[in-house]
T-cell receptor
Framework: EAGVAQSPRYKIIEKRQSVAFWCNPI?????LYWYQQILGQGPKLLIQ????????DSQLPKDRFSAERLKGVDSTLKIQPAKLEDSAVYLC??????????FGPGTRLTVT | DQQVKQNSPSLSVQEGRISILNCDYT??????FLWYKKYPAEGPTFLIS?????DKNEDGRFTVFLNKSAKHLSLHIVPSQPGDSAVYFC????????????FGTGTRLTIIP
């Protein structure tokens, strides 16, 4: 079974630029999550999708972050414009009626 | 407000001995607890979980203990192996586990050969 795929793995941008991350969950997993992990901290949920509907986006900074999950499969997370404090690893996870969420390798974003 | 806390940033244990990682939480509504293991440049990997109706769950070398009255859980690894060296995250959920996870800050475990 293929795991959660994410791209790119690394991205360096300047502040005020925009960036997009892509996630392909495990086949058949209805629930998809985007987390932000700042160095030295645990992952923090940004948004949760159930199929292509948003379940929880209470911690998503909506003035600059957006996410979509078209057709209930792949998802993209966008930041526009980026700030220095957005430097972090962005993790995508998926789950289907199991006790755990399955994480992708993450995208390490550096904003200079 | 840090609802899930891992107060030990790092832990070193001799190979073959027991590793004990601790986690405390403040929200009494948490119903499900999970441990994840993370290697560098990889995403977290689900390790073991426990429901609030249990006080112990075992899976091979890994055992998780839950003390609801103390709002405390621990992960025991015995015997510890070099491949166990990683960062371990404790996480809590309000539901079955498909709900939002609140993570601790992690404990870096180093197994000394």
């Amino acid at each position: 079974e293929a795991g959660v795929a994410q791209s790119p793995r690394y991205k360096i941008i300047e502040k005020r630029q925009s960036v997009a991350f892509w996630c392909n969950p495990i086949s058949g997993h209805a629930t998809l999550y985007w987390y932000q992990q700042i160095l030295g901290q645990g992952p923090k949920l940004l948004i949760q999708f159930q199929n292509n509907g948003v379940v929880d986006d209470s911690q998503l900074p909506k003035d600059r972050f957006s996410a979509e999950r078209l057709k209930g499969v792949d998802s993209t997370l966008k930041i526009q414009p980026a700030k220095l404090e957005d430097s972090a690893v962005y993790l995508c996870a998926s789950s289907f009626d199991s006790p755990g969420q399955y994480f992708g390798p993450g995208t390490r974003l550096t904003v200079t | 407000d840090q609802q899930v806390k891992q107060n030990s940033p790092s832990l070193s244990v001799q190979e073959g001995r027991i590793s004990i990682l601790n986690c405390d939480y403040t929200n009494s509504m948490f119903d499900y607890f999970l441990w994840y293991k993370k290697y560098p440049a990889e995403g977290p990997t689900f390790l073991i979980s426990i429901s609030s109706i249990k006080d112990k769950n075992e899976d091979g070398r890994f055992t998780v203990f839950l003390n609801k009255s103390a709002k405390h859980l621990s992960l025991h690894i015995v015997p510890s192996q070099p491949g166990d060296s990683a960062v371990y995250f404790c996480a809590a959920s309000l539901g079955f586990g498909n709900e939002k996870l609140t993570f601790g800050t992690g404990t870096r475990l180093t197994i000394i050969p």
